[in-house]
Nanobody, 115 residues
Framework: QVQLVESGGGLVQAGGSLRLSCAAS????????MAWYRQAPGKQRDLVAI???????NYEDSVKGRFTISRDNAKNTVYLQMNSLKPEDTAVYYC?????????WGQGTQVTVSS
């Protein structure tokens, strides 16, 4: 089974940038969708951004214009470029791969934005 490993999280000041990476142990070409979710303390896990196999992207309203999701099938990696970060972006960010009813998750990476 393909495993997903996130990296790139950390502590950043408001207005700063981070780039998250999600490296898959196998081909991501087989997955219809790759996505990033986030979960803040005491809240549910919410979709942040999603990219389909043909490169179509969608974003949660609060991150539109600030975050960019991309996938590199050759490197089996998905990225989330996060700019103009805000304290409310603080959360654990999870990589997700979807194929039909199959959902795979990474272990998560912490993003903390200080004011």
């Amino acid at each position: 089974q393909v495993q997903l490993v996130e990296s790139g999280g950390g502590l950043v000041q408001a207005g700063g940038s981070l780039r998250l990476s999600c490296a898959a142990s196998g081909s991501i070409f087989v997955f219809n969708f790759m996505a990033w979710y986030r979960q803040a303390p005491g809240k549910q896990r919410d979709l942040v951004a999603i990219v389909s196999g043909d490169g179509t992207t969608n974003y949660e309203d609060s991150v539109k214009g600030r975050f960019t999701i991309s996938r590199d099938n050759a490197k089996n990696t998905v990225y989330l470029q996060m700019n103009s970060l805000k304290p409310e972006d603080t959360a654990v960010y999870y990589c997700n791969a979807q194929r039909g009813l199959e959902y795979l998750w990474g272990q998560g990476t912490q993003v903390t934005v200080s004011s």
